[in-house]
């Protein structure tokens, strides 16, 4: 009888689907698992990675991957790899750079761009509420910037391949709301990165995007599990100091948020997926962009008849490979389209504007 005692006080106080689920007692519990993996060489494209630790009080470190063809030379390779610093999705408060989806997505694109990466794995919310990813992701950043100059603690194999001169942030759902604050804090301290590739950003806010298109055709219904009031509680959920849900972090584009004028980046790619309830605000982010004054290259594409993060999540299938072409051709340099440029996934047409 006490046993059962106990599991009746420790009744549930919040849960946001399909994330957490948090006790009374305090007690969490992650309600989308993922294995966790250790790095290795993988079998199936030959990358190769291993874990680091960039500061041992914060717990805080990264994994790093590398092509084939920077691991077989002995010595440093003639031409330098663009290094993709990757921050993993999962609401601020799920997954990590060791989770098996995230492992073998950085595997995939590492080898399909020939690539460097380095996957921070930040800490988590609740126990670790924001601020906290955003000061991590920063560190993290600082840390592989460190490779450029030599200095201290840095990881020898990935000073020896990377070019430095062609950072980019890459993140999906919550890390590419990490991508964009990072991007802001870049700019804030006079610096710059090559580029910022946000994939499905978690932006958010208190105006409901269908109430601002009366009149619009609405975009087909999210196949998945997530709904709008989840996503109401999570952001004052992950950061309890918030100010609420128009807070720039969440909301880039509320009334009195910083300019995005401000990114620190050359490029920005800004991509969305049609079923996703992220979807319009996505699209607001980009064309606010080119709105404010930002003069930089930035482009707009869309996935159709898809939903969030598909591309992690579900099998691999045409519009995946697709959305990584066009991140890989992103960090390479082969999409150029002009200034500002929207670009379709099931449709194929490119259109500079």
Known sequence: MEGVAKVAVD???????PFIRRYQSGRIDRLSPAKLVPPSVDPRTGVSSRDVVINPEARLSARLYLPPTAVISKSPPNKKLPVIVYYHGGGFCAFSAASSPYHSYLNSLVAEGELAAVSVDYRLAPEHPLPAAYDDSWE????????????????????????????????????????????????????????????????????????????????????????GEDFDALWPFVCPGSPGLDDPRVNPMAAGAPSLAALGSRRVLVTVAERDLFREKGREYYQMMRACGWGREATFYETKGKDHVFHIFRRPDQAAAELMRRLVGFFKEESVQGRYSMLMGSMGICQSV
Do not use: T
């Open 11 to 17: 009744s549930i106080n919040m849960e946001i689907l």
């Open 140 to 227: 993290a950043l600082l840390w592989v910037a460190e490779h450029a100059y030599g200095g201290r603690g840095i990881d020898r194999r990935l000073a020896d391949c990377g070019d430095f001169s062609k950072i980019f942030l890459a993140g999906d759902s919550a890390g590419a709301n990490i991508v964009h604050n990072m991007g802001m804090r870049l700019g804030e301290n006079g610096m710059e990165v090559e580029g910022l590739a946000l994939v499905h950003p978690y932006f958010w806010g208190r105006e409901r995007i269908p109430a601002r298109n009366k009149g619009k055709q609405p975009p087909p219904p999210s196949s998945s599990a997530l709904k």
